[in-house]
């Protein structure tokens, strides 16, 4: 299947820092990422939509200035914790739709863990 | 809005057991359902997905999942498990004309298999 690849894997950061991440796909091309956050023991929570070319949709209660995507081509989405807090620390996923796959589904990338000191 | 809920958190059973994982979902209109699996240290990984056509979906490993309409419902099924099927199941779906085709995940259900 396509391979959407997320680096770095894992990042410990200071407090009040800014944190990249990005999320590649490999081998095909994909208009829209999604950004999902998975809090230990929960399920992935929908962050935001990451539309290339365009501003990315944020769903309700996610600070659009505290993590800002960017979709600047078809295959790089990237995701910045802006000011990081403790309290962000979590495992962010992001995945990609295939352009030319079936509709819906989606590729996932292995993670990027967050810890925030 | 579209919502998903599963109803075991925890599973745990013997190899050879058969296993089904429960998963309903709410929306109105037209769904395309999925399960995921995430096994240990691993990323999410596509287990079955259902688009139209044959409420039975098969997918890899011997997963076999039905659509009851009716019931809402999306449960999975295997009727032996090993060892190596320890891992986390997620259920997922996303309604078929729903802006950007977003996927809602259930909570999750642990499986831990014991040999």
């Known amino acids: 299947g396509a391979v959407v690849s997320q680096h770095p894997s894992r990042v410990i950061c200071k407090s009040g820092t800014s944190v990249k991440i990005e999320c590649r796909s490999l081998?095909?091309?994909?208009?829209?990422m999604f950004w999902y956050r998975q809090f230990p023991k929960k399920s992935l929570m929908l962050m935001a939509t990451?539309?290339?070319?365009?501003?990315?949709?944020?769903e309700q209660g996610v600070e659009k200035d505290k993590f800002l995507i960017n979709h600047a081509s078809l295959t790089l989405s990237t995701l910045t914790v802006t000011s990081a807090h403790p309290e962000d620390s979590s495992f962010y996923i992001c995945?990609?739709?295939?352009?030319?796959?079936?509709?819906?589904?989606?590729?996932f990338g292995e993670g990027s863990r967050l810890t925030v000191l | 809005a579209q919502s998903v809920s599963q109803h075991n958190h925890h599973v745990i059973l013997s190899e050879a057991a058969s296993l089904e994982l429960g998963c309903n979902y709410s929306y109105g209109g037209t769904v395309n359902l999925f399960w995921y699996v995430q096994y240990p240290g691993q990323h999410l990984q596509l287990l079955l997905k259902y688009f139209s056509g044959d409420p039975l979906v098969k997918g890899i490993k011997g997963f076999e999942a039905e659509f009851i309409k009716s019931k809402f419902s999306f449960n999975l099924r295997k009727p032996s498990v090993q060892w190596s099927d320890t891992a986390e199941y997620f259920c997922a779906v996303n309604g078929a004309r729903a802006a950007g085709n977003k996927l809602t995940f259930g909570g999750g259900t642990r499986v831990l298999v014991k040999p």
């Open positions: 995945s990609a739709r295939d352009l030319a796959g079936v509709t819906g589904e989606l590729f």
């Open positions: 990451s539309n290339e070319g365009s501003k990315a949709t944020y």
């Open positions: 081998d095909f091309q994909a208009t829209t």
